[in-house]
């Protein structure tokens, strides 16, 4: 059966599309891996702060081909409501994945200045994490209205909700993180790990659904 001419994109955007995919799937799976103890017990918070680091630097260029692949520009006078939320919400989540990219590298620093101190390591970013939220909500919007997209399947309701679960998870994340003043304790550092390894399965499925061959066909000169 021939394909359907809207599930169709150049070679160029086939190749970004599955960039973005890889650079999302093996984002999440260095945040899943980083957060388990037992993988910080066994190789030290260096090395789980150079993972999760490379986790949010997968997740900035992934970011970076989503934006690009929704357009370089905030989106014009006639352009379709699904188009600016489409692309206010990969902006929104760039924006997301730097401020992890800060505080993963600033993780990662102190590890290297004092690897057994208390508390070494990274935990979910409030900031960030809120930018993942909003993102995500953006991207449901979205998926409500794919009809309008640059391509159908651009945005998946499947993979916009697994996205916005995920975000929710590292919000869980970041309050479970949160020292608190008085007692200069974590609220829950159970929550703090398992938010982000939950949040990294939910985008690591959702990268799996919005691989190119599930989503897109090369377009045939």
């Known amino acids: 059966m021939a394909a359907d001419p809207r599930d169709e994109v150049s070679p160029r955007r086939y190749i970004r599309l599955r960039a973005e995919a890889v650079g999302f799937a093996l984002g ?3 945040f899943i891996v980083g957060a388990l103890p037992w993988y910080a017990e066994a190789v030290g918070a260096v090395a789980t702060g150079v993972t999760f680091f490379t986790g949010s630097v997968l997740f ?9 692949l929704s357009g370089r520009h905030v989106p014009r006078s006639g352009a379709t409501a699904a188009d600016r939320f489409d692309w206010w919400s990969a902006a929104v989540q760039s924006v997301g994945t ?10 990662l620093l102190a590890a290297i200045a004092a690897p057994d101190a208390v508390g070494t390591g990274w935990r979910s970013n409030a900031w960030g ?6 993102s995500g909500a953006l991207a449901l ?3 409500r209205r794919r009809h309008e997209l640059w391509h159908v399947r651009a945005r998946t309701p499947q993979a916009a909700w697994l996205n916005m679960i995920g975000s929710v998870a590292f919000g869980v994340s970041a309050v479970g993180a949160y020292v608190v003043p008085e007692t200069t304790t974590f609220v829950s550092l159970f929550w ?5 390894v939950l949040g990294g399965l939910c985008f690591l499925a959702a990268a799996v659904l919005v691989r190119p061959g599930a989503t897109a066909t090369v377009a045939r000169a």
């Open 192 to 196: 703090a790990n398992l938010g982000t």
């Open 98 to 107: 730097v401020l992890f990219n800060v505080s993963t590298l600033a993780a």
């Open 141 to 143: 919007a979205a998926a």
């Open 60 to 68: 900035t260029v992934a970011g970076a081909i989503q934006l690009l």
């Open 129 to 134: 994490s809120l930018a993942f939220l909003v």
């Open 28 to 30: 999440s799976l260095c």
